[in-house]
Nanobody
Framework: QVQLVESGGGLVQAGGSLRLSCAAS????????MGWFRQAPGKEREFVAA????????KSAASVNGRFTISRDNAKNTVYLQMNSLKAEDTAIYSC???????????????????WGQGTQVTVSS
């Protein structure tokens, strides 16, 4: 089992940047593919970005392509989401998730993930 704790959220002006971190417990972090999802008030949870076990493969939602970058540091048991050029519509609770996966797998749907963090609020003012 793995426990996930997000940090780095906050209030930022449109056009600004934030970096979210997700720290995982346990000794087998590199066995998990990792993803970031977000949920805005009144909306369904949506995929943001995901990364494979090694970090060599990534996928991002079209709405964040070119602005958000996912990465991971297996030595630190941490996955990151660098968010640049933030827009008001990026306002949401951002959660990281872990999936015990095969090498190279990158999952983009919530049901593929086994473990979830509590989330961190990101608010972008226009």
């Amino acid at each position: 089992q793995v426990q996930l704790v997000e940090s780095g959220g906050g209030l930022v002006q449109a056009g600004g940047s934030l970096r979210l971190s997700c720290a995982a417990s346990g000794r087998t972090f590199s066995s998990y593919s990792m993803g970031w999802f977000r949920q805005a008030p009144g909306k369904e949870r949506e995929f943001v970005a995901a990364v494979s076990r090694s970090g060599r493969s990534t996928k991002s939602a079209a709405s964040v392509n070119g602005r958000f970058t996912i990465s991971r540091d297996n030595a630190k048991n941490t996955v990151y989401l660098q968010m640049n050029s933030l827009k008001a519509e990026d306002t949401a609770i951002y959660s990281c998730a872990a999936n015990l996966a095969y090498i190279g797998v990158v999952n983009t749907t919530p049901r593929d993930y086994d473990y979830w963090g509590q989330g961190t609020q990101v608010t972008v003012s226009s």
